[in-house]
C-alpha cells in the first residue's frame, strides 16, 4: 500500500494529458507516491497516450462515463493509500507540491482534508476562481473563496499565505485521508458534477473533523476545461446540487427559512440571465429547481443519516450571515475586507 495516491480523472483529454501530466509525474517523484489516471470510457486516443507516453502511471479503466463524482468514487475503490489525492487533468503541479500537505496531515490527526494554494494557469498571478485559498460558504449556499468573492478574483501578493481553516477544499486537488473519504461515503454519485466536494467536506466538517488550506503547496488550474463558466449545462447543474446539497445537511432549524430564501434568490438570477440576454441560462435554473423537487425524496435517508451523524451543530467557517448582501450592499469585494468575527454573529 502507497502512501499516496494521487488520481487524475480523465474523460477525452489526452492534450491535457500530454500537457499537465508530466509536471505531476515529475514533481510527484518522492518514496511512498503513486500516480494514477482513471479513464472515466473516454472516445478519444487518451488510453493509447497514457500506455505510449506515460508508462510509469499507473492506468485505472472505467467501463463507462461516471461523470466527476461516481468517476472518483469507482477509480478509489481499487486503491489501498493513506492519503487520497484528487487532481484535475488541467493542473500543473510545482516542485515540492506535496510535501507540505503530506507533513501537516502527518501531524494533524484532526485534519480530514486539505488543499493548496489555487492560481490560475493563464495568469499566474492571479487566484484560480473555483478554490482559490481555501473555501467559505454563507447561511444560503453561496460557496466564496479566500482570493475570490462572487466574480471578483484577487491577485496573489501572499495575503493568504497563512494556514487557515476552511469550509470546503476544492476538488481540483483535494488531498483527503483515505479512511475519511470512505466514512463519510465518500462524493455523491448523484450530483455528476459540481458542488459534490463541498458536500463531501460539509459531511466531513458537521462530523468535527478539520479542514485547512495550506498555501506553501502551490499549484496552476487551468478551469473550466470540461464546461466554460457560461455553460448553461454547469449553471443548471450547479443550481440544482447547490439546492439538493442544502436540503442534505442544513438542520431542521435552518431549512425552511434557508429554502425559502434560496428560492426567492434563484428566481432573481434566473431574471439576471434573462436580463442578459441569457436565456438558456435562465431556462437552467428553472429546470434546476423542477429537478431538485423531484429528487428531494430520493435524498430524504441521505438527509436523515447526516443529520444522525452532526456532531458539530455550528460550523465557523459557514458564515451565518448573506455573502450577497455583503458583496452587493457592503461592497466587501475581497476576503481580506469581510469580518467573519461579524458574519458568524
Given at each position: 500500500m502507497s502512501k499516496v495516491a494521487v488520481v487524475i480523472l480523465n474523460w477525452n483529454g489526452?492534450?491535457?494529458?500530454?500537457?499537465?501530466?508530466?509536471?505531476?509525474i515529475g514533481y510527484s517523484a518522492i518514496s511512498g507516491v503513486d500516480v494514477y489516471v482513471a479513464d472515466n470510457a473516454s472516445t478519444d486516443n487518451s488510453v493509447s497516450v497514457l500506455t505510449k507516453e506515460f508508462s510509469s502511471?499507473?492506468?485505472?479503466l472505467l467501463d463507462q462515463n461516471y461523470g466527476f463524482a461516481d468517476g472518483y468514487n469507482k477509480a478509489l475503490e481499487q486503491i489501498e493509500a493513506d492519503y487520497f489525492v484528487l487532481l484535475n487533468s488541467d493542473v500543473e503541479v510545482t516542485e515540492h507540491w506535496l510535501e507540505p500537505m503530506i507533513a501537516y496531515l502527518d501531524t494533524h490527526p484532526e485534519v480530514a482534508a486539505c488543499q493548496p494554494k489555487i492560481l490560475?494557469?493563464?495568469?499566474?498571478?492571479?487566484?484560480?476562481?473555483?478554490?482559490?485559498?481555501?473555501?467559505?460558504m454563507d447561511r444560503y449556499g453561496y460557496p466564496f473563496c479566500r482570493g475570490r468573492i462572487m466574480g471578483i478574483v484577487e491577485k496573489d501578493h501572499g495575503q493568504y499565505d497563512d494556514i487557515l481553516p476552511i469550509f470546503w477544499a476544492t476538488g481540483a486537488a483535494l488531498f483527503i485521508r483515505s479512511s475519511d473519504?470512505?466514512?463519510?461515503?465518500?462524493?455523491?454519485?448523484?450530483?455528476?458534477?459540481?458542488?459534490e466536494e463541498i458536500d463531501l467536506?460539509?459531511?466531513?466538517?458537521?462530523?468535527?473533523?478539520?479542514?485547512?488550506?495550506?498555501?506553501?503547496?502551490?499549484?496552476y488550474h487551468v478551469g473550466g476545461a470540461t464546461l466554460k463558466k457560461e455553460n448553461p449545462r454547469k449553471t443548471f447543474l450547479n443550481f440544482r446540487n447547490n439546492l439538493l446539497m442544502l436540503y442534505k445537511n442544513l438542520s431542521e432549524s435552518e431549512l425552511l427559512h434557508v429554502m425559502t430564501v434560496r428560492c426567492i434568490l434563484d428566481y432573481v438570477a434566473a431574471f439576471t440571465f434573462?436580463?442578459?440576454g441569457e436565456l438558456p441560462n435562465m431556462t437552467a435554473v428553472f429546470q434546476a429547481r423542477k429537478e431538485y423537487n423531484a429528487l428531494r425524496k430520493d435524498f430524504r435517508a441521505s438527509r436523515e443519516t447526516n443529520l444522525e451523524k452532526t456532531s458539530l451543530q455550528v460550523i465557523p467557517e459557514r458564515i451565518k450571515k448573506s455573502i450577497l448582501a455583503q458583496y452587493y450592499w457592503g461592497r466587501k469585494k475581497y476576503f481580506s475586507q469581510l469580518n467573519m468575527s461579524y458574519l458568524n454573529k
Amino acid at each position: 500500500m502507497s502512501k499516496v495516491a494521487v488520481v487524475i480523472l480523465n474523460w477525452n483529454g489526452s492534450e491535457m494529458l500530454r500537457t499537465f501530466l508530466p509536471s505531476v509525474i515529475g514533481y510527484s517523484a518522492i518514496s511512498g507516491v503513486d500516480v494514477y489516471v482513471a479513464d472515466n470510457a473516454s472516445t478519444d486516443n487518451s488510453v493509447s497516450v497514457l500506455t505510449k507516453e506515460f508508462s510509469s502511471v499507473k492506468q485505472i479503466l472505467l467501463d463507462q462515463n461516471y461523470g466527476f463524482a461516481d468517476g472518483y468514487n469507482k477509480a478509489l475503490e481499487q486503491i489501498e493509500a493513506d492519503y487520497f489525492v484528487l487532481l484535475n487533468s488541467d493542473v500543473e503541479v510545482t516542485e515540492h507540491w506535496l510535501e507540505p500537505m503530506i507533513a501537516y496531515l502527518d501531524t494533524h490527526p484532526e485534519v480530514a482534508a486539505c488543499q493548496p494554494k489555487i492560481l490560475s494557469w493563464r495568469q499566474k498571478d492571479s487566484f484560480e476562481y473555483a478554490g482559490a485559498c481555501g473555501g467559505f460558504m454563507d447561511r444560503y449556499g453561496y460557496p466564496f473563496c479566500r482570493g475570490r468573492i462572487m466574480g471578483i478574483v484577487e491577485k496573489d501578493h501572499g495575503q493568504y499565505d497563512d494556514i487557515l481553516p476552511i469550509f470546503w477544499a476544492t476538488g481540483a486537488a483535494l488531498f483527503i485521508r483515505s479512511s475519511d473519504y470512505r466514512n463519510a461515503g465518500g462524493l455523491d454519485g448523484r450530483f455528476f458534477a459540481h458542488m459534490e466536494e463541498i458536500d463531501l467536506c460539509w459531511r466531513l466538517r458537521s462530523r468535527g473533523r478539520e479542514l485547512v488550506c495550506i498555501p506553501q503547496s502551490v499549484v496552476y488550474h487551468v478551469g473550466g476545461a470540461t464546461l466554460k463558466k457560461e455553460n448553461p449545462r454547469k449553471t443548471f447543474l450547479n443550481f440544482r446540487n447547490n439546492l439538493l446539497m442544502l436540503y442534505k445537511n442544513l438542520s431542521e432549524s435552518e431549512l425552511l427559512h434557508v429554502m425559502t430564501v434560496r428560492c426567492i434568490l434563484d428566481y432573481v438570477a434566473a431574471f439576471t440571465f434573462l436580463l442578459k440576454g441569457e436565456l438558456p441560462n435562465m431556462t437552467a435554473v428553472f429546470q434546476a429547481r423542477k429537478e431538485y423537487n423531484a429528487l428531494r425524496k430520493d435524498f430524504r435517508a441521505s438527509r436523515e443519516t447526516n443529520l444522525e451523524k452532526t456532531s458539530l451543530q455550528v460550523i465557523p467557517e459557514r458564515i451565518k450571515k448573506s455573502i450577497l448582501a455583503q458583496y452587493y450592499w457592503g461592497r466587501k469585494k475581497y476576503f481580506s475586507q469581510l469580518n467573519m468575527s461579524y458574519l458568524n454573529k
